[in-house]
């Protein structure tokens, strides 16, 4: 015996609710394999035509046969059902929309016309649909679902990001994506507005700085921070240009982004060079319309850019899994500075010998220096230093190479900073120690 509560519960529903095929099925996706909602709700219509056109032929039936086809005729909008009941002789009321949807689906085609000249603005290999669906269409759904405690299907929603991101691929000849889509296209189902939502693009290099007096970041003009002031020369800047300014900008141009964020892997004070292996950094650009740049090309437009205070090596293209790595890992890997010191007394190599066996794998604590207490959280540091070596120059001045791990403050490990960092080159030498050029020569990606 056939079990025909499937289509008993479709018929209660169509009683109530005027559904379209594609919102009749939907509401029993998860049955059946292979077979798209509307191919679905098409044939639990027709299954119910095709057996209320074999009631017609029992009298005691046949009226229970043609309100049931009528029901299909007019809440179901099925042809089949509507041409029977004119063979008949029999009249039907014509209802023209359906409850749920509003007969959305008859727009998948315009949504999809809508879509393709922005995307000729946008470089991308992989997409994914989204749609703004709104609130009453849910509502209404769940109304539906509730009608029958039907737990068996999908979201309209999902329905709709699904068919037009299929009918778009045939188009563009491109992939959806659903795990990292290079473009996320939204689609305003009420208003038929569409937005391009871009995979921000990240890009990994490593930079030397090669002159003093740049910092890693705009600084923003202590008077006015940003507004412009005479102060500043109304530039709203406390420095004319930054690392990040001068790398972000070639890159902006080629991309054509919205905006670039520059992650660096620490970051050195204004007055210290990096150089070399240069420091790691990553460029997030967000909302580019053009994802296929050549790196080659971009370094050497960064370096002519730059006029010799910043070079880069632009190495590959990167994500924000590694952008987290580089910030995570940048306060614990090895870093290698090359200091030039002074001190207020006579030194000699015996005093430097110390200085070097002392400084072996030495853990050091340092509170946050007086000269960033102002913009930092006091706090205590435990640092490591891994090696110190050093080059007499005359008896007041040397040369020291430190490995380190980042995060330490080099300038106060060897000042001492009134003993905020213990202990210090200033205690060991028992002379005020005080560095007078500071370089980077060394940034690991390790810890």
Not at 124 to 146: H, M, Q
Not at 223 to 230: A, D, I, Q, T, V
């Amino acid at each position: 015996m056939i079990n025909t509560k499937i289509l008993d519960n479709v018929m209660s529903i169509l009683k109530e609710f005027p559904l379209c095929d594609h919102c009749l099925g939907r509401l029993f996706a998860r049955l059946g394999k292979g077979v798209d909602n509307s191919e679905r709700g098409y044939s639990m219509k027709l299954l119910l035509t095709m057996f209320s056109h074999l009631m017609l032929k029992d009298d005691e039936s046949k009226d229970l046969a043609i309100n049931n086809l009528r029901i299909l005729a007019s809440n179901g909008f099925f042809k089949p059902a509507q041409d029977l009941l004119k063979h008949i002789g029999c009249d039907f009321q014509s209802v023209k929309e359906c409850f749920i949807c509003r007969n959305v689906f008859e727009n998948l085609d315009e949504y999809v016309k809508r879509i393709l000249p922005i995307l000729n603005e946008y470089d991308f290999n992989t997409f994914l649909i989204g749609t703004k669906i709104p609130a009453a269409f849910l509502e209404r759904e769940d109304v539906v679902r509730s009608h029958l405690s039907i737990d068996v299907g999908e979201s309209i929603k999902s329905e709709l990001n699904r068919l037009i991101g299929k009918k778009l691929q045939v188009i563009i000849g491109k992939k959806a994506s659903f795990d990292d889509p290079d473009i996320v296209i939204i689609v305003d189902i009420e208003n038929f507005n569409v937005s391009i939502n871009p995979k921000p693009l990240f890009i990994y290099g490593r930079y030397k700085k090669l002159m003093k007096g740049i910092p890693q970041t705009t600084w923003f003009c202590s008077n006015c921070w940003g507004k412009g002031c005479p102060q500043c020369n109304y530039t709203g800047k406390r420095y004319s240009t930054s690392i990040s300014e001068l790398i972000i900008g070639p890159i902006l141009n080629a991309t054509n982004g919205v905006k670039g964020i520059f992650h660096g892997a620490g970051r050195e004070d204004i007055d210290t060079l990096t150089l070399g292996n240069g420091r790691p950094f990553i460029v997030e650009i967000k909302d580019p319309k053009h994802r296929t740049v050549d790196l080659a090309y971009l370094e050497r437009a960064i370096n002519d850019n730059a006029r010799g205070m910043v070079e880069v090596k632009l190495i590959r293209f990167s994500n924000r899994k590694e952008v987290r790595k580089l910030k995570g890992l940048s306060a614990f890997s090895r870093k290698v500075y090359q200091a030039l010191i002074e001190v207020d007394g006579e030194v000699d190599e015996s005093s430097l010998k110390k200085l070097e066996e002392y400084f072996s794998n030495r853990e050091v604590k340092q509170y946050t220096p007086l000269r960033v207490l102002h913009r930092r959280a006091n706090k205590i540091r435990v640092k490591k230093v891994y090696s110190v070596k050093t080059e007499l120059i005359d008896s007041r001045r040397f040369k020291a190479i430190i490995e380190c791990q980042g995060g330490l403050y080099v300038k106060e490990l060897i000042s001492g900073d009134n003993n905020r960092t213990i202990p210090n080159f200033s205690q060991i030498l028992q002379l005020n120690a005080k560095c007078i050029e500071l370089s980077v020569i060394f940034v690991s990606e390790e810890v």
